[in-house]
């Protein structure tokens, strides 16, 4: 069945209206789980910051799970850096990129939450989406002078030396040691390559 | 003043008794913090997996904090390979045993939930600790070949190799991933001191 013009003009306000509650909502979410930790993240308090009722976010996302999930999408695309063809100061500088990300979009707290939430498919779902996603660019980097295992160690140690530090001691590491660690991982290649 | 034998003994054997609940409640606080995450770390739930009142917790330990505390304290010391000299064996081995400890321990979760509460400074003293410990030996090892901002970035890179999979997509690295990270950082170890 059609639905009559004036419905679905109706309808469209309507959708406008829900779409922009939930991109209210979900901007309050991702503050409070970035600002207070995803423990805070609570109906009482996404309404309270994003400044609806309660009623209105319970009957729209009725479980916390539905909240963190919406928080994690408003992250949007990850950021990267737009490279150079210049190997050594793309990998130094999408690091940095990532590392600012940390201070941020508090991706340290993102990726504590996820870990924390995971044992939920929905949650796994967006979880390894945002993780896809921020290792897409160090894969495709790497790739040039890695492949197979060598390829996915790279890629980890690369991603740890931001995020170990951040996760384990809230720290950020400084230039040298992202440089320090680049140069480790780039220099291998090239023995390995000077072998072959 | 010094108090009466009498008193003396029945003090001891209050304190035996509260030393048996601690160590009860905070193994209980470290089940379901690795079973079913820190949101869980609740008196209510330590409480019915201790079999204690919620009373005595709460005299005891009036804040989640101090619950989630004393999981972490429950870990005890973070387990370690026992070195035997040849360095790319034992850099090897350390690091199958932290992958191990992510298994056993559940290390990945008590790292995500130690970050998710670092905002307290109590918490905070708990996790540089249980971290820097976990960290000692692969900085001892690395030692003998990097020093400054390399050494720094070397432990951060082989850490993440076995965390971040893990953090971030519930995973743990193959054996041959481990072995082509510690290559990876060696040979650019030796590719180093050949140049120097």
Redesign the interface.
């Known amino acids: 069945m059609t639905p009559a013009p004036a419905n679905r003009a109706s309808g469209n306000v309507e959708d406008a209206r829900v779409a922009r509650t939930r991109a209210d909502v979900a901007r309050a979410a991702l503050e409070v789980l970035t600002e207070e ?3 805070a993240v609570t109906h009482a308090r996404v309404a309270e910051i994003a400044r609806y009722s309660k009623t209105t976010l319970y009957t729209h996302w009725p479980s916390r799970i539905d909240l963190i999930t919406m928080a994690i999408e408003a992250l949007g695309e990850m950021p990267h850096h737009q490279r150079t063809g210049e190997l050594r100061a793309d990998v130094i500088a999408e690091l940095k990129v990532f590392r600012k990300g940390n201070l941020d979009l508090r991706l ?2 993102v ?3 996820m ?5 939920d498919e929905q949650m ?1 779902q967006v ?2 989406k945002v ?1 896809t996603d ?2 897409h660019q160090m894969y495709a980097m790497l790739g040039e002078v890695f492949s ?3 390829l ?3 890629v ?6 931001v ?3 951040s ?4 720290t950020l ?2 230039d ?6 680049v ?3 780039l ?6 390559s000077v072998e072959m």
Chains 1, 2 share one sequence.
């Open positions: 930790g995803s423990e340290d707290r990726v504590a939450s870990a924390q939430w995971a044992s796994r979880r390894d993780n921020g290792q197979g295992a060598a996915d160690a790279a980890s140690m690369l991603t740890g030396v995020a170990c530090p996760l384990m001691f809230g590491p400084d040298d040691i992202i440089a320090a660690a140069d480790i991982v220099n291998s290649a090239q023995a390995r």
